[in-house]
């Protein structure tokens, strides 16, 4: 495997994934009850600014145009603060790192949001990435790594105890048709085992030839509601690396539609998206199971 996260850290893609992660996260905190959060493909939880996690160019097109800027949305506004307290965790005898310079990835925004009732477990394949990450989680207890293969594990940890879960699937996609489809798997298996499991899976936007026709195998075999959130900056068929990133959310919270509808506009705004690119957010699969 070629991929290292860190090239990739804080861009506009990862940017787009983490402002819904976090107001997915405090969407299902509105209620009381504990829940788990589980991640299969976790990377090394935070990109320093120096030494060799440090972030690619790339940030500069995502959370470096964030960093300083003052949304109207509360979502952008969560995210921000929550990247903030996140560094500032990691970090705390030392000047916060020139804004845009470090980035805090998915388990650590988790991390930081997790309340005492709930509990989280990253995984992640690579070994050295893996002890970064543990090492990054130090500060925060109730976020437990494995150095595992994420999609095998999710077997034996669902159903959780808490019979609550946010589960955030997020492959490199080095093999994109491949592992379109195994995500597409995992999340069914998660599904099947707590029904009520809330998934993000991402995927990336580079060929929509390839996202079609998977888009209506997931149409097809999904039985929960599931929202659809895109924000592009390329055509999405152009040649260049990525045009764009995608999330399906299956079991989306209440509301979380509408809101969406309100912050994503605003967030391609921020992240200079122009009129090649574009926002979308549309049921995949409607409550009743039926396909859009
Ligand atoms: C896109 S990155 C994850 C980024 C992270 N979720 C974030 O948003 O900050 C994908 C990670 O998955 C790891 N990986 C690849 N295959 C894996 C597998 N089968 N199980 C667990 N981790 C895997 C890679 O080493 C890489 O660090």
């Known amino acids: ?25 405090q969407a299902m905190q509105r209620k009381d009850k504990g829940l788990f959060y589980f ?30 800027s003052t949304p109207q949305s509360d979502a952008i506004r969560q995210f921000l603060d929550t990247e903030s307290a996140a560094c500032a965790a990691l970090t705390p005898d030392k ?3 020139r804004a845009g310079s470090a980035y805090a990835g998915s388990p650590l925004l988790a991390a930081t949001l997790l309340r005492e009732q709930d509990r989280g477990l990253c995984c992640e394949l690579l070994a050295p990435e893996c002890r970064a990450l ?23 940890q669902f159903p959780p105890r808490e019979r609550r879960a946010l589960l955030l699937i997020d492959p490199p996609y080095e093999d994109p048709l491949a592992e379109l489809d195994t995500a597409l798997s995992a999340a069914l298996e998660a599904l099947t085992r707590l029904a009520g499991t809330v998934v993000a899976l991402w ?46 959310i299956i079991n989306a919270p209440w509301q979380l539609d509408t809101q969406m509808q309100q912050w994503l506009p605003e967030l391609g705004t921020l992240l200079g998206i122009d009129a090649q690119g574009g926002t979308a957010v549309r049921w995949l699969v409607q409550e009743s199971g039926a396909a859009q």
């Open 1 to 25: 495997m070629k991929y290292r996260h860190r090239f990739h850290a804080g861009n506009f893609a990862d940017v787009h994934k983490h402002v819904t992660l976090v107001a997915l996260l």
């Open 39 to 68: 991640e299969t493909h976790a990377g090394r939880g935070w990109y320093s600014g120096h030494g060799d996690s440090q972030p690619g160019s790339e940030i500069r097109e995502g959370y470096a145009r964030l960093a300083g």
């Open 95 to 97: 000047p916060q790192p």
């Open 134 to 156: 543990q090492q990054s989680l130090h500060a925060w207890p109730r976020m437990r790594t494995l150095c595992a293969d994420g999609l095998q594990s999710l077997r034996s």
């Open 203 to 248: 995927y990336p936007i580079k060929d929509d030839r390839l996202l079609a026709p998977w888009l209506r195998r997931c149409a097809a075999r999904l039985r929960a509601p599931t929202l659809q959130c895109e924000l592009w900056r390329h055509p999405r068929d152009s040649r260049v690396a990525l045009n764009g990133s995608g999330l399906l």
